[in-house]
């Protein structure tokens, strides 16, 4: 009887490997790579809205880009500048955790002065970095608002791009 018994374990291990990759969690499919939009959308106030949009696979990503309109300092019209960088990594085909930064640039005067011409006083600016630093779960396709205040509300929308 023993002698029987290590052939019969030995061809149930053969017929188990063989049919290992038929048996596969439907999970492995979903390390095929992707491309994810990531979509911020902005609404002021008075209900102005503005976007900004990027393209990636799951890992990192980094944008610095100018805002449309400058920003008047003093007689001068100073660009400003919005940053979005992050990480995104896929959880399963519906969902992902977004590590987020959304930020912009303000510029502010920092000093004054009168240079004794026709033209009046010149001013110094520096430029400010605000934003927000944060982690999400997404659901792929599913908006998420991600900031409310007074000046309006933030959300964010990632989709998965069937290529």
Same mark, same amino acid.
């Given at each position: 009887?023993?002698?029987?018994?290590?052939?019969? #374990? /030995?061809?149930?291990?053969?017929?188990l %490997?063989?049919? /290992?990759?038929?048996?596969?969690?439907?999970?492995?499919?979903?390390?095929v790579?992707?491309?994810?939009?990531?979509? *911020?959308?902005?609404?002021d106030a008075?209900?102005n809205? $503005?976007?900004?949009?990027?393209?990636? #696979?799951?890992?990192?990503?980094?944008?610095?880009?100018? @805002?449309?309109?400058?920003?008047?300092?003093?007689?001068?019209?100073?660009? $400003?500048?919005?940053?979005?960088?992050g990480?995104?990594?896929? #959880?399963?085909?519906?969902?992902?955790?977004?590590?987020?930064?959304?930020?912009?640039?303000?510029p502010?005067?920092?000093?004054?002065?009168?240079?004794? $011409?026709? /033209?009046?006083?010149?001013?110094?600016? $520096?430029?400010? %970095?605000?934003?927000?630093?944060? /982690?999400f779960?997404?659901?792929?396709?599913?908006?998420? *608002? #991600? @900031?409310?205040?007074?000046?309006?509300? *933030?959300?964010?929308? *990632?989709?998965?791009?069937?290529?």
């Amino acid at each position: 009887m023993k002698a029987l018994r290590f052939p019969v #374990i /030995a061809a149930l291990g053969v017929l188990l %490997s063989l049919t /290992a990759p038929l048996l596969a969690s439907p999970l492995a499919e979903t390390n095929v790579p992707a491309n994810y939009v990531i979509k *911020v959308l902005m609404k002021d106030a008075k209900g102005n809205t $503005s976007s900004l949009q990027v393209t990636t #696979i799951d890992g990192s990503f980094e944008l610095d880009t100018l @805002q449309k309109n400058p920003v008047k300092v003093g007689n001068m019209d100073v660009p $400003s500048t919005l940053k979005m960088s992050g990480t995104l990594t896929t #959880i399963d085909e519906q969902k992902g955790r977004l590590k987020l930064y959304l930020g912009r640039t303000v510029p502010y005067v920092t000093s004054t002065f009168n240079n004794g $011409s026709v /033209a009046g006083s010149s001013s110094s600016y $520096s430029q400010l %970095s605000v934003g927000l630093d944060s /982690a999400f779960v997404v659901t792929f396709g599913k908006p998420l *608002v #991600i @900031q409310v205040d007074d000046n309006g509300e *933030v959300s964010i929308l *990632v989709t998965r791009e069937e290529n």
